[in-house]
C-alpha cells in the first residue's frame, strides 16, 4: 500500500463513516450481491462500507480485509451487535492475503487508489474467489472535477492534492485504468461505467452538501499538504471559502465522474 494521505486519525475515521452513507445512493445502484452469500471486502477500513453492504444483502457473509489494526478494532466497535456475526475481520496485507476458503465476490471502494500495486492486489483477490465469482470496484476519476465558477486557488488545491498522492505512491486517476487493471489480472466480462454526478442551480441543496462534504474531503489532507509545499495558506482559505460558498452563485455547477467495474474471475 502507499501512504495513505488523509492520515490515521479520529477525524478521518468519523469522515469515512460519513462519506459512505452520504454517498451511498450513488455507489449501489451498480452493485448486485443478492445471490451471494460470502464476500471479500478489500480494505475495509473501519468498516463504512462493511455495514452498508450488510444491511442492503442479508443473506451476506463478508471478509472484511485490511491492513490497520487500528481501523479494523474500530470497524468492530462501530458495527451493531446484531451484524457481527456475519462479518469476520481480518488483518493482513491484500497483496498476500489467503482466505481459508474461496469466496463467490469480491468488492472493493475507494482503496485501489491507495494502493501501491493494484494489479497484483487484483491478481491475488482472484486466486482466492470461486470460478465465475463477481468482483465490484468503485473508485475514483480525479481527472473530471470541473467547477464553476472557477477558482485558481481551488485549481491549486486540487492539483496539490493529486501530485501528493502521486509522489505517496497512489493512483488518484485510477478510473480511466480499472479495464485494464482488471484484464492483466485474468478477470474476463469486464463492464466499466463512468458515474457523473452534476450539481447546480437545479439541487441547490444538493449542491451545498455536495460541496460542504467535498472540502471535508480535501481539508482531511490539508496537514501534509501545506507541510510538504503542495499549497500554501492562502490557497486554503479561498478553497474553503469558494466551496462552502458555492451554492449562493446563480449559475454555480460542480461535476465529478467517479468510475465503476464489474468482472468475472473466469474459469481458471
Known amino acids: 500500500m502507499s501512504e495513505y494521505l488523509h492520515g490515521y486519525v479520529q477525524t478521518e475515521y468519523e469522515r469515512l463513516l460519513h462519506q459512505a452513507r452520504f454517498l451511498e445512493q450513488e455507489v449501489y445502484p451498480f452493485i448486485d450481491l443478492t445471490h451471494c452469500s460470502h464476500l471479500l471486502e478489500m480494505g475495509c477500513g473501519v468498516g463504512a462500507q462493511t455495514r452498508i453492504l450488510l444491511e442492503r444483502f442479508p443473506r451476506l457473509h463478508i471478509t472484511a480485509i485490511d491492513r490497520s489494526a487500528e481501523e479494523l478494532e474500530v470497524a468492530r466497535q462501530q458495527l451493531p451487535q446484531d451484524l457481527q456475526h456475519r462479518v469476520r475481520f481480518v488483518q493482513a ?100 461505467l463512468p458515474h457523473p454526478m452534476h450539481y447546480g442551480h437545479h439541487n441547490t441543496e444538493r449542491l451545498k452538501d455536495f460541496c460542504a462534504y467535498w472540502w471535508r474531503l480535501i481539508n482531511s489532507a490539508s496537514e501534509p499538504l501545506l507541510k510538504g509545499g503542495y499549497i500554501n495558506e492562502e490557497q486554503h482559505r479561498l478553497s474553503r471559502e469558494h466551496l462552502l460558498n458555492l451554492h449562493l452563485q446563480p449559475d454555480a455547477s460542480f461535476r465529478y465522474t467517479f468510475v465503476q467495474a464489474k468482472a468475472r474471475s473466469g474459469n481458471k
Open 93 to 192: 496485507d491484500l497483496l498476500h492475503f489467503q482466505s481459508e476458503e474461496k469466496a463467490d465476490a469480491a468488492f472493493c471502494c475507494w482503496m485501489l487508489e491507495h494502493a501501491a500495486e493494484p494489479a497484483a492486489i487484483l491478481r491475488n483477490i482472484r486466486r482466492n474467489l470461486k470460478p465465475e465469482a463477481h468482483i465490484f470496484l468503485t473508485e475514483v476519476e480525479n481527472s473530471s472535477l470541473t467547477v464553476a465558477p472557477q477558482s485558481a486557488a481551488l485549481d491549486a488545491y486540487w492539483e496539490g492534492y493529486n501530485r501528493l498522492q502521486l509522489h505517496l505512491h497512489g493512483w488518484p486517476f485510477i478510473g480511466q485504468e480499472l479495464e485494464q487493471l482488471l484484464q492483466s489480472a485474468g478477470f474476463e466480462n469486464i463492464q466499466v
